[in-house]
């Protein structure tokens, strides 16, 4: 057994699974590979099991959404002594040294519980624009440098598509909240890491890829996300919880305003009858191992 589980959700995904297991079968780092299948229907779940028969295929028959698909592989890796997890989103791929670099930074300090690489474009010369917001300065600079070792950059966010998870802070931290069956669980996994004491970091020396360009996003999907933001305020531990409890709800109602949207004037409805959901599950994500 290797000692990193890498966990890959796909759904739909026949246009990346080349690139992104691929990668992964030439990696400098041997791994063992794992697939989460959320109900795919146009034929990826068969593609990888015939196409790359060493990845351990777990196919949901239903879409799960993204977190509680990768706790499938989170409970998997506890379970078989794994030291550490990498999530990585099916439109990503890697290079051979990604993981080397990432795993001996990691090794090096103790109090890191997720490090990602810097995660490029397609085309590799450049940030994803999101990863790029929250990507520090001095990170970014040393892009253009090729004989930079790189050097570890403490953040408060960094995107799922590359995480790697080492076991302790997983164990601790443990699975997705339900709270997020899609978007808005990074967040909430990454205040709750910090929470707990774990640091959070990107490695400026490594590389990996995360293809979205070109995907331009409706008016509706930008909405969703700003209701999902509010989900995340009031979830978040490090919050006072009665203050976002007045405050979101009202947020909501300016942005409904502002973006002369319906959408999310409805969502403020469903998102206060969901208090007390939120307020329970709020208070279970801060247990040992929560929802594994």
Request: aromatic share 10%; glycine share 8%.
């Amino acid at each position: 057994m290797n000692k990193i589980l890498v966990i890959v959700v796909t759904y739909n995904g026949m246009k990346w699974v080349d690139r992104c297991f691929g990668s992964l079968m030439l990696s400098d780092m041997p791994v063992d590979v794992m697939a989460v299948d959320n109900g795919s229907t146009d034929g990826t779940a068969e593609y990888i099991r015939d196409e790359f028969p060493e990845v351990r295929l777990c196919c949901t028959g239903e879409n799960n959404g993204f977190g509680k698909a990768n706790n499938i592989g989170f409970r998997y890796a506890l379970d078989r002594g794994y030291e550490y997890v990498y999530l990585l989103n099916q439109d990503a791929w890697v290079f051979p040294d990604t993981f080397g670099r990432l795993v001996a930074a990691m090794e090096s300090d103790e109090g890191l519980g997720i490090l990602s690489p810097m995660q490029l474009t397609a085309s590799a010369d450049r940030l994803d624009p999101r990863f790029a917001r929250w990507c520090p300065s001095g990170a970014a600079r040393s892009l253009g440098k090729r004989r930079s070792k790189g050097k570890i950059h403490k953040v408060k966010f960094v995107m799922a598509a590359h995480w790697l998870v080492c076991r302790r802070c997983l164990a601790d931290v443990g699975g997705f909240s339900p709270a997020f069956p899609h978007y808005g669980e990074d967040d909430n996994y990454i205040h709750r890491a910090l929470s707990k004491g774990y640091k959070v970091g990107i490695h400026s020396g490594a590389k990996a890829v995360h293809d979205r360009e070109m995907r331009p996003m409706s008016k509706e999907a930008a909405m969703r996300l700003k209701c999902v933001a509010s989900v995340v305020k009031v979830s978040n531990p490090s919050n006072i919880l009665w203050l976002r409890l007045i405050l979101q709800p009202l947020e909501l109602l300016a942005i409904s305003i502002m973006y002369r949207s319906s959408q999310v004037f409805r969502f403020i409805f469903s998102f206060i009858g969901s208090f007390r959901k939120l307020i329970r599950l709020r208070r279970e994500s801060m247990d040992t191992g929560a929802f594994l």
